[in-house]
């Protein structure tokens, strides 16, 4: 933030730089993100979803979707996998981890790199069999399953393994906000590929179809769908949706924070007016003296 006084210049300095060196990301009616080195200048009008969308999520996504094509990351995959073959061929393998050359290795490995091999560690018991799950693996989070909870809040179902066929009476269940912690995470697991614009406005448009991004979590977890079942585009806009909630509620506890600051200096500023009132101070401390009550200033 500059001065007033000082503004005009400040914004003809941005107007140069991004003219200069600003490297155009996304363009709309009323937002325009540009890339200058480590920054990121956004012209800010009256944003829609859409907009709002690329400029909390664009980044991250357009920086996944570059470092999963970089040749950079596919030289590292297959140096990285070749290594764990080659440890895994001696008996010291990490057994949480197999390599396979074949199409979507550089998104294994880098899956691996950024999250290891569990979302979530714990114990939980099936209702079924009795058996206990003490880690929910990535690898198999294509099976878990988003639910809507009777009291509303988020469930995440995770298939056991030793019941078969999986039905709501035979997995696991996580609930509320550690339900949402595990779900952001395997969705980021999911979708390391990143996206492109194509992708971002496609998953606007199913939240856009709902209303809201409330609105289509909702949607999502009354069906209560394996996330292998999803779209891409529905993947991207269920983690959109999830990490708008989250933000949400960050801000308003921001809000509240805010609120009770205020409300205590307004308290400490009456407090203060009232005993330094120059027109009642002398006579409350003449009433001290002499014992007597103090008089009523109006």
């Known amino acids: 933030l500059w001065p007033p006084e000082d503004q005009g210049g400040a914004l003809s300095a941005l107007e140069r730089v ?17 890339a200058v080195g480590d920054m990121i200048l956004i012209r800010v009008g009256d944003a829609t979803l859409q907009e709002r969308a690329w400029w909390r999520y664009g980044r991250e996504v357009l920086t996944r979707e570059k470092a999963y094509r970089s040749t950079g990351a596919k030289l590292s995959a297959y140096a990285y996998g070749a290594l764990a073959a080659v440890a895994e061929s001696v008996g010291l393998g990490d057994r949480n981890f197999k ?10 490995v880098l899956r691996w790199r950024r999250f290891g091999w569990a979302a979530w560690f714990g114990r939980l018991k099936c209702p079924s069999c009795g ?52 779900l952001r995470r395997v969705l980021a697991y999911q979708n390391i590929t990143g996206a492109g614009e194509r992708a971002i406005e496609e998953a606007v448009q199913e939240v856009e179809r709902a209303g809201s991004p409330d609105a289509f979590m909702q949607s999502v977890l009354r069906e209560g769908p394996f996330l292998r079942e ?26 509240r924070g805010l609120e009770f600051m205020w409300r ?19 006579s409350k401390w003449r009433a001290r003296v ?9």
């Open 131 to 182: 058996s206990f799950l003490r880690a929910a693996r990535f690898d198999l989070s294509w099976w878990f399953c988003p639910r809507l909870e009777e009291n509303g809040r988020l469930a995440l179902g995770v298939p056991c393994p030793r019941c078969d066929p999986w039905t709501p009476e035979k997995i696991y269940h996580l609930e509320g906000y550690e339900a949402e912690s595990v």
């Open 230 to 255: 999803l779209t891409f585009p529905q993947a991207v806009a269920l983690e959109v949706s999830l990490n708008e909630g989250v933000e949400r509620r960050a801000l308003e506890a921001e809000a």
């Open 18 to 34: 991004s003219a200069d060196r600003g490297q155009v990301l996304v363009r709309t009616e009323n937002i325009t993100l540009l």
């Open 264 to 282: 205590r200096e307004e308290e400490l500023a009456r407090i203060m007016e009232e005993e330094l009132d120059p027109r009642g101070l002398r």
């Open 99 to 108: 390599v396979r050359f074949e199409e979507g290795m550089t998104a294994e």
């Open 290 to 298: 002499e014992g007597a009550p103090p008089p009523d200033v109006g």
